[in-house]
């Protein structure tokens, strides 16, 4: 009998990776009177949603009356060019002020307007300021919020465990088994029904905002379940990232410096952006200094400043402007607020900026420009999900966050993602709920697929001879950055599959010394396979798609397709090889439709 | 390139010692890069807990050359070549292995704190709080719980059997923050009094020091604290009034 050796947490529901979409999803099920376990790869309260620093987008129209939830709709499928899951980014749309509401009645302070309510800013791609903030460090009023909030709800927490594998009774999945950080132990989670919130993918670039947790560890998990990927070439490079010193490159730089007033320039001093405005956005957007910069207090009769377009379309600005010789010193160009507002501005809006620059680049951003460049921070691609329930296409297996696809389409705006998480964790952890509630059978966890799992998990200290785990980390991180990158072509492409082969060989002779307990040597390991997953599944897709689209650009097929443009490419393992197919998206209603049609 | 000797603490519960580790420093580098290339280079599993590495997170604090501070946020060019430097972990806590500790007592205190009880919304469903009333209690949501302040405390530092009656200084600015909570009518005055323990802090400000964030711990949470309870317990013509007259808030 498989689990007399392993310790054994049985759960209604568990929710996997405890970040705003996780704790969120938890909380929602233990409203819903089931039996909810927690699970969290580092400590509760440290999962990359602290790092949000913006806001979150939701039309509540406490700064612009005219905003609502089709105007944030359709802002949100522009942004992602039109390859949204529709039925997802509607949801996200409508519910995403109830759940800021929400959170503000669970003890989050928003920054106010001077009528008291909670105060919205400007950012990349959305007609009005949205963004309901906390000065620069919105991820972490959220995430303290939610830790507050649910560690009174009865909810098991499980903090610094890992998940390797999930577990399945014939079509359904039963649970999940991984190790604690602390001991090297293997635990056995027994659930009716399992919650992905696991977060992205990051970590496979070398130039990454992410952090060691970032390995695509659900993505993994659900594409070894037999679940659906979608639109895994689809990955957002976020324009600002640090690039100097080296040893700080990549770590993010808020969009909410351009929302409050920062432009972009190149070495010349000139204000680059206005030559890279695309014709999908010419209509919206400001064509000279002067219109940009009235547009930020007055909208009505101007367009928004090109500094911010959509992330895609200003990380491939800045690509140019460094290749064409036009670079800041260190590879990156130039981001100016310090001529542009006042010095105590600067810090009661941007206080983690200012800190983050002074202490690490010793930087003073009220004085000097920043210098920043593109750095891989968000996949769009994820667990295929239904929209109303984020139910996956495994029975019993819900996901929602980054972790799941669809509903950012191509690319994401900024600001909707910390939404994305409270919209779908709830809906996660309430359906989860119900579909544990209403299952009637019983459960048997397959001690075969344990102990395959845990034998799986010790065997890099079994092995002899084989290499460091940090070394093929490494040189998976440098494939994907020159490979992978910001812009993509076939002759690449083929050859960083290549590449990731050779990898996944080294990979399967990793050996790791000494002992069980705490051992990131041993956590790097382990990490890689999932690594090499989500990094074989970005370029795998990445080579299907033959056209330019959000967070994917091929020089080889530069522009856009409007067939392309009807299709999903969808990933999914069979009989231990990675299929892919392109399939068509959801037909939009006519009634959404119509918006589209009205301003063009 | 510059290169530093580094003695890291090697160990765990049974006890340990400083190894030395030779390595080489880019520009730019801070401590917590160093121990990540001694990872990659020399000792892989030294263990150590760290996420953003951009000082938002809060998981990467150690004691560097005695003083507690945050391995991200600690530039290498801060020390002078040639000098070797001792990273150790958070004495406050007991020891996991290496540099990570066992920081399950703050998890304990976050739960024993009576969490926000909000009053009813304005008729239109929502509320208004003034950007003035909450500047002070956004002070304190700057906190990115790297338990710092609870490691340097002297209540608890070196005395485990305070532990069980006193919140230290992260808990009692998450009182603070609570108490002055536009939104807030529960009344934590026992609960600060007699489970947080306020009055065994004697304002030394070590946590104050040590804050990343550089929250006014002591002056801006503790003091005012303390100072209410003083009212609230210790002033005979305020314990008067409160058998006459209802409390602003209610009691926990």
Same mark, same amino acid.
């Given at each position: 009998m498989a689990n007399h050796d392993y310790e054994t947490h049985e759960h209604d529901v568990i929710v996997i990776g405890a970040g705003g979409a996780g704790l969120r999803a938890a909380i929602e099920a233990a409203a819903q009177g089931v039996s909810v376990g927690l699970v969290c790869k580092s400590l509760l309260g440290k999962a990359h949603t602290v790092m949000a620093e913006g806001g979150i987008a939701a039309a509540l129209g406490?700064?612009?009356?005219?905003?609502?939830?089709?105007v944030h709709f359709r802002d949100t499928m522009r942004g992602g060019k039109m390859l949204n899951n529709w039925r997802m980014a509607q949801l996200h749309a409508q519910e995403a002020p109830e759940r800021v509401l929400e959170l503000e009645r669970w003890g989050a302070l928003f920054d106010r307007t001077k009528d008291g309510r909670i105060l919205q800013r400007d950012f990349g791609g959305h007609r009005y300021a949205r963004l309901a903030h906390v000065g620069d460090r919105t991820g972490l009023e959220m995430i303290r919020t939610l830790q507050y909030h649910g560690i009174h709800q009865g909810i098991d927490v499980y903090m610094e465990c890992t998940i390797t594998r999930l577990l399945r009774d014939g079509e359904r999945v039963c649970g999940a088994i991984g190790y604690w950080r602390e001991t090297g132990r293997v635990v056995v989670f027994k659930a009716k029904a399992v919650v992905l919130a696991t977060g992205g993918i990051g970590k496979a670039w070398k130039v990454t905002s992410n952090s060691w947790e970032y390995t695509g560890d659900g993505h993994s998990l659900a594409l070894w379940a037999g679940a659906d990927l979608i639109d895994m070439e689809f990955v957002q490079f976020h324009p600002t990232g640090m690039v100097w010193p080296p040893s700080v490159r990549g770590i993010l730089v808020t969009e909410g410096v351009r929302g409050d007033g920062g432009t972009l320039k190149n070495s010349e001093g000139k204000r680059f952006m206005f030559n890279y405005i695309p014709d999908f956005f010419k209509g919206e957007t400001a064509d000279n200094e002067e219109e940009a910069d009235r547009w930020y207090a007055d909208k009505k009769n101007n367009r928004r400043t090109p500094d911010l377009l959509p992330r895609d379309e200003v990380a491939r600005a800045i690509n140019a402007e460094v290749k064409a010789?036009?670079?800041?010193?260190?590879?990156?160009?130039?981001?100016?607020?310090?001529?542009?507002?006042p010095a105590d501005y600067i810090k009661k809006r941007l206080p983690s900026m200012y800190h983050q620059f002074k202490e690490l680049a010793g930087v003073d951003i009220t004085q000097e420009p920043m210098e920043?460049?593109?750095?891989?921070?968000?996949?769009?691609?994820?667990?295929?999900?239904?929209?109303?329930?984020?139910?996956?296409?495994?029975?019993?297996?819900?996901?929602?966050?980054?972790?799941?696809?669809?509903?950012?389409?191509?690319?994401?705006?900024?600001?909707?993602?910390?939404?994305?998480?409270?919209?779908?964790?709830?809906?996660?952890?309430?359906?989860?709920?119900?579909?544990?509630?209403?299952?009637?059978?019983?459960?048997?966890?397959?001690?075969?697929?344990?102990?395959?799992?845990?034998?799986?998990?010790?065997?890099?200290?079994?092995?002899?001879?084989?290499?460091?785990?940090?070394?093929?980390?490494?040189?998976?991180?440098?494939?994907?950055?020159?490979?992978?990158?910001i812009i993509r072509n076939e002759r690449e492409l083929q050859e960083a599959l290549k590449r990731l082969e050779r990898l996944k060989e080294r990979a399967r002779k990793v050996h790791v010394d000494g002992h069980r307990q705490?051992?990131?040597?041993?956590?790097?390991?382990?990490?890689?396979?999932?690594?090499l997953t989500v990094a074989e599944c970005s370029a795998i897709a990445a080579l299907e798609?033959?056209?330019?689209?959000?967070?994917?650009?091929?020089? #080889?097929?530069?522009?856009?397709?409007?067939t392309w443009g009807k299709v999903n490419v969808v990933l999914r393992l069979r009989d231990g090889r990675i299929q892919v197919s392109r399939e068509p998206l959801p037909e939009m209603p006519n009634d959404l439709k119509a918006l589209f049609q009205e301003r063009k | 390139m510059p290169a530093f000797t580094m003695q890291v603490f090697r160990g765990d519960a049974r006890g340990g010692d400083f190894k030395d580790y030779r390595v080489e420093v880019e520009p730019g580098m801070v401590v917590l890069d160093v121990i990540h290339r001694i990872q990659a280079t020399q000792a892989p599993d030294l263990a150590v807990?760290?996420?953003?590495?951009?000082?938002?997170?809060?998981?990467?604090?150690?004691?560097?050359?005695?003083?507690?501070?945050?391995?991200?946020?600690?530039?290498?060019?801060?020390?002078?070549?040639?000098?070797?430097?001792?990273?150790?972990?958070?004495?406050?806590?007991?020891?996991?292995?290496?540099?990570?500790?066992?920081?399950?007592?703050?998890?304990?205190?976050?739960?024993?704190?009576?969490?926000?009880?909000?009053?009813?919304?304005?008729?239109?469903g929502t509320y208004r709080m003034m950007q003035e009333d909450i500047d002070r209690v956004q002070e304190f949501h700057k906190c990115i719980e790297c338990f710092l302040c609870q490691d340097v405390c002297h209540v608890i530092r070196d005395h485990e059997e305070n532990k069980r009656a006193f919140a230290g200084p992260r808990f009692l600015i998450k009182l603070a923050g609570l108490d002055m909570h536009p939104? #807030?009518?529960?009344?934590?005055?026992?609960?600060?009094?007699?489970?947080?323990?306020?009055?065994?802090?004697?304002?030394?400000?070590?946590?104050?020091?040590?804050?990343?964030?550089?929250?006014?711990?002591?002056?801006?949470?503790?003091?005012?604290?303390?100072?209410?309870?003083?009212?609230?317990?210790?002033?005979?013509?305020?314990?008067?009034?409160r058998k006459f007259r209802s409390t602003r808030k209610e009691r926990a």
């Open positions: 406490n700064v612009w009356p005219e905003d609502n939830w089709q010789g036009r670079g800041s010193p260190h590879g990156g160009v130039f981001l100016d607020i310090c001529t542009r507002r920043v460049g593109p750095t891989c921070h968000y996949v769009m691609g994820g667990v295929r999900v239904e929209a109303d329930t984020t139910q996956s296409t495994v029975r019993g297996l819900f996901a929602a966050g980054e972790v799941a696809g669809g509903m950012h389409g191509s690319n994401r705006l900024g600001g909707n993602s910390l939404s994305d998480l409270l919209v779908f964790g709830r809906r996660a952890g309430l359906h989860a709920a119900l579909y544990a509630k209403d299952f009637g059978g019983t459960l048997t966890v397959d001690s075969g697929q344990v102990e395959q799992a845990s034998r799986a998990m010790l065997a890099p200290f079994e092995r002899t001879g084989g290499e460091n785990p940090y070394a093929i980390q490494s040189d998976l991180q440098e494939t994907m950055q020159t490979l992978v990158g705490y051992n990131p040597g041993w956590h790097t390991a382990l990490d890689l396979e999932s690594l798609r033959k056209e330019s689209r959000g967070g994917h650009t091929r020089d #080889d097929h530069p522009y856009t397709d409007d | 807990r760290w996420n953003c590495k951009a000082g938002k997170c809060g998981s990467c604090s150690a004691e560097i050359n005695g003083k507690p501070r945050l391995m991200c946020m600690t530039r290498m060019d801060l020390f002078t070549e040639g000098e070797p430097i001792s990273v150790a972990p958070i004495r406050g806590f007991p020891s996991i292995r290496d540099l990570v500790t066992d920081v399950s007592y703050n998890y304990v205190k976050a739960k024993q704190v009576p969490p926000l009880r909000i009053k009813p919304p304005e008729p239109d939104l #807030d009518t529960l009344d934590r005055s026992a609960f600060i009094k007699d489970s947080a323990g306020v009055g065994l802090c004697n304002i030394t400000k070590c946590c104050t020091e040590v804050c990343p964030e550089h929250i006014h711990i002591t002056d801006n949470a503790i003091i005012p604290l303390k100072e209410r309870m003083a009212d609230d317990f210790f002033d005979p013509v305020v314990w008067l009034l």
